[in-house]
């Protein structure tokens, strides 16, 4: 079954606005939470991630926020821009191997 | 630094035939895994290779095989290939295998079989 849940499947949201994607996941043995964007034609490239013992971590306009207890964690684009338009993917893996379980995708498109 | 590249970009293959799928990571990562992308099923993991062993693989069935050399460098063959292997195949390098490293990809060969 699908260890990470992501919403929405798809995302428009105009210029200047937030892009806020969620996932969950069951499996309490996670450790260690990363997005990834991924453009057409290419493979995903890691935007931000995040570990268990922190709720929040922000880097530039992306930010992360992490409920432990809820088992849910969070992309926020602030401030979105034409060039975000792309695939974005949550994924977790636990600290016994590179065998990563990732979201299905949300597609996002801003809109000018 | 160079990224992972993958070759070739793209395969077309038909159905009973054998096919492998090369990748070369980022200098100095040791660790590489294989991915498969499908609109349908996302991306699965299909194996793990650290120090030329194998570490993990996924639920897919023995037709899938991989295997790494001392350089680090990886391959996967897929052999008695059916339509629905048809999907963009992923190599991912990283520095170590403790899964807590980031994943860095490659842009993956699109393997489509007819």
């Known amino acids: 079954q699908q260890q990470v849940k992501q919403s929405p499947q798809s995302l428009i949201v105009q210029k200047g606005g937030i892009s806020i994607i969620n996932c969950a996941y069951e499996?309490?043995?996670?450790?260690?939470f990363p997005w990834y964007q991924q453009f057409p034609g290419k493979g995903p490239a890691l935007l931000i991630a995040?570990?268990?013992?922190?709720s929040e971590k922000k880097e530039g306009r992306f930010t992360i926020s992490f409920n432990k207890s809820a088992k849910q964690f969070s992309l926020h684009i602030m401030d979105s821009q034409p060039g975000d338009s792309a695939t974005y993917f949550c994924?977790?893996?636990?600290?016994?191997?590179?065998?990563?379980?990732f979201g299905t995708g949300t597609s996002l498109t801003v809109i000018p | 630094k160079a990224g992972v590249t993958q070759t070739p970009r793209y395969l077309i293959k038909t159905r009973g035939q054998q096919v492998t799928l090369s990748c070369s990571p980022i200098?100095?990562?040791?660790?590489v895994s294989w991915y498969q992308q499908t609109p349908g099923q996302g991306l699965q993991f299909l194996f793990e290779?650290?120090?030329?062993?194998?570490?993990n693989k996924g639920n897919f069935p023995g037709r899938f095989s991989g295997r790494q050399f001392s350089n680090s460098r990886s391959e996967m063959n897929v052999s008695t290939l059916e339509l629905g292997d048809s999907a963009l195949y992923l190599c991912?390098?990283?520095?170590?295998?403790?899964?807590?490293?980031?994943?860095?990809f490659g842009n993956g060969t699109r393997l489509t079989v007819t």
């Open positions: 499996n309490t043995a996670f450790d260690y």
């Open positions: 995040i570990r268990p013992d922190v």
């Open positions: 290779y650290f120090s030329e062993t194998q570490r």
């Open positions: 200098s100095g990562h040791r660790s």
């Open positions: 991912a390098s990283s520095l170590d295998p403790g899964g807590i490293s980031p994943l860095h």
């Open positions: 994924a977790a893996s636990k600290n016994t191997g590179n065998q990563f379980y």
